[in-house]
T-cell receptor, first 114, second 116 residues
Framework: QQKVQQSPESLSVPEGGMASLNCTSS?????YFWWYRQHSGEGPKALM?????GDKKEGRFTAHLNKASLHVSLHIRDSQPSDSALYFC??????????????FGGGTRLTVRP | EAGVTQSPRYAVLQEGQAVSFWCDPISGHDTLYWYQQPRDQGPQLLVY????????NSQLPSDRFSAVRPKGTNSTLKIQSAKQGDTATYLC??????????????FGHGTKLSVL
């Protein structure tokens, strides 16, 4: 079983609508969670990270973390066609003097319909 | 500031052939990662370095894959005898030192490999 699982696999929302993406981890060694976005033909690009319980807002993007259930979500309000991409949840475990090791989920493909 | 640079962008091989991928990380980034991303799936870590030292290569198929970062800057990932199952995009990423668990990875565009 993958350590980081995402749902849904694909999502279609109208322009201006709200997109909600979900992520669940099965490993309590994970302490930091990231959301990355990947447009076609490019490498993933970091959107935001979250460590504390509750909400974290950056512009149109809001991440929510429930550490007890290891559930993370990403909500995109006022979705734009340029938000159409593959979205990855990634969990980080810290190793002393060895940097952060990121484990990625399988991704959610978001399509924003004009 | 230049981003992470990878070459080549594309590679097409027959099974059994060898291929090398090259990565130039962002200047000053001490940690370098190689990920394998099969089509429409999430990136899977192969190996990562802190400076020239290998930190974790537990997911690297050691019989056919090798990775080096001899001077702690550029890195090369090599597949000795490619198989069709190696078809994927190979991503290189780097990160800035000292940011702890909140390390942000910066990815290159990747090398898209097709093994026929």
């Amino acid at each position: 079983q993958q350590k980081v699982q995402q749902s849904p696999e694909s999502l279609s929302v109208p322009e201006g609508g709200m997109a909600s993406l979900n992520c669940t981890s099965s490993d309590r060694n994970f302490q930091y969670f990231w959301w990355y976005r990947q447009h076609s033909g490019e490498g993933p690009k970091a959107l935001m990270s979250i460590f504390s319980d509750g909400d974290k807002k950056e512009g149109r993007f809001t991440a929510h973390l429930n550490k007890a259930s290891l559930h993370v979500s990403l909500h995109i309000r006022d979705s734009q066609p340029s938000d159409s991409a593959l979205y990855f949840c990634a969990a980080s475990e810290w190793r002393n003097n060895a940097g952060a090791k990121l484990t990625f989920g399988g991704g959610t493909r978001l399509t924003v319909r004009p | 500031e230049a981003g992470v640079t990878q070459s080549p962008r594309y590679a097409v091989l027959q099974e059994g052939q060898a291929v090398s991928f090259w990565c130039d990380p962002i200047s000053g980034h001490d940690t370098l990662y190689w990920y394998q991303q099969p089509r429409d799936q999430g990136p899977q870590l192969l190996v990562y370095f802190r400076d020239e030292a290998v930190i974790d290569n537990s997911q690297l198929p050691s019989d056919r894959f090798s990775a080096v970062r001899p001077k702690g800057t550029n890195s090369t990932l090599k597949i000795q005898s490619a198989k069709q199952g190696d078809t994927a995009t190979y991503l290189c990423a780097s990160s800035f030192p000292g940011t702890g668990m909140n390390e942000r990875l910066f990815f290159g565009h990747g090398t898209k490999l097709s093994v026929l």
